[in-house]
């Protein structure tokens, strides 16, 4: 018989409709589905809109699951700007994430994926620096974190933005006194050196670890790499997501499934990947111990 995978599951970074591009479905069909499959929690992320406002919603529509959602800092919020970010928090944000589509490292690639070509709509997007030239946090950073620092339940994120901006921001969050910090889909971006990851989880860092990069739609990469980020940093300080929701890709209570099912035929133990989908993402959620 094959372990459960799904009940108690939480997964940190869905993608829904309504959005500027085609998804799988809206914020409700995938709670939706999500219940139905006996997952605990989910959380929305959107890249152009402010995706609290969606949870909140969706959340009075399907009580039975937990959903939660944030604010990434990019130009349609305007960029890292201290009072989008109070407002996001007061109307119930519970990740605030670093430029995303917007950020420096994002924009300097010399070939962006389909999806961020059509969300740009045309647009000249401007990188949004995290760190001045003096290596330090531009003003406008260091002040959105002495924001979230007198929220201890707000997640920080450092959506796209580089390894080097991003421990710059983590040094200063823990500073602050900031506990929960997440490098978004590392194995995603793979401009992380493992030094440099290892370097975020003493930090006190969750490495968010997607299912995209072995998506045979987007990154096509071998899944044994993602053992080894586990073996790299110890399942503690790694979660699961799907990073799901594209309108080529499975379902994200399904993904979730295959994503562990996978690791789990590849070597990593139950209770590893049930650290991963259940125990670590709901202390970084303020969820009591299932």
Not at 39 to 46: G, N, P, S, T
Not at 141 to 149: F, H, N, T, V
Not at 230 to 255: K, M
């Amino acid at each position: 018989m094959r372990p459960d995978f799904l009940t108690g599951a939480i997964d940190l970074h869905i993608h829904s409709d309504p959005d500027i591009i085609e998804r799988v479905g809206s914020s409700i069909d995938i709670a939706r589905d999500c219940a139905r499959a006996g997952m605990r929690a989910i959380v929305f992320k959107d890249h152009v809109f402010p995706s609290f406002i969606k949870a909140k919603l969706t959340q009075q529509m399907v009580p039975e699951i937990a959903v939660f959602g944030g604010i990434a800092l990019n130009g349609s919020v305007g960029g890292l700007y201290p009072y989008a970010v109070k407002g996001a928090i007061n109307g119930g944000a519970k990740v605030i994430m670093f430029p995303t589509q917007d950020s420096v490292w994002n924009l300097k690639r010399d070939h962006l994926p389909l999806p961020q070509r059509q969300q740009a709509m045309g647009e000249q997007k401007k990188p949004i620096p995290v760190v001045g030239e003096d290596g330090k946090l531009v003003p406008a950073a260091e002040k959105i974190l002495q924001i979230i620092a007198q929220y201890p339940e707000v997640i920080l994120s450092n959506g796209h933005v580089g390894a080097d901006e991003t421990l710059v921001l983590f040094e200063r969050a823990r500073e602050l006194g900031i506990k929960r910090l997440v490098v978004e889909h590392p194995n995603s971006n793979m401009n992380w050196k493992d030094e440099e990851l290892l370097r975020a989880a003493d930090l006190g860092a969750v490495a968010a670890l997607s299912y995209n990069a072995y998506n045979p739609a987007v990154g096509k990469r071998d899944p044994a790499e993602c053992v080894k980020f586990v073996r790299l940093l110890g399942p503690e300080r790694c979660v699961l997501i799907t990073d799901g929701g594209q309108a080529y890709s499975p379902r994200p209570f399904e993904t979730m499934r295959f994503f562990s099912e996978m690791l789990f035929e590849l070597g990593l133990k139950l209770d590893e990947i049930f650290i991963m989908t259940k125990i670590t993402p709901a202390r970084l959620l303020g969820l009591p111990e299932a």
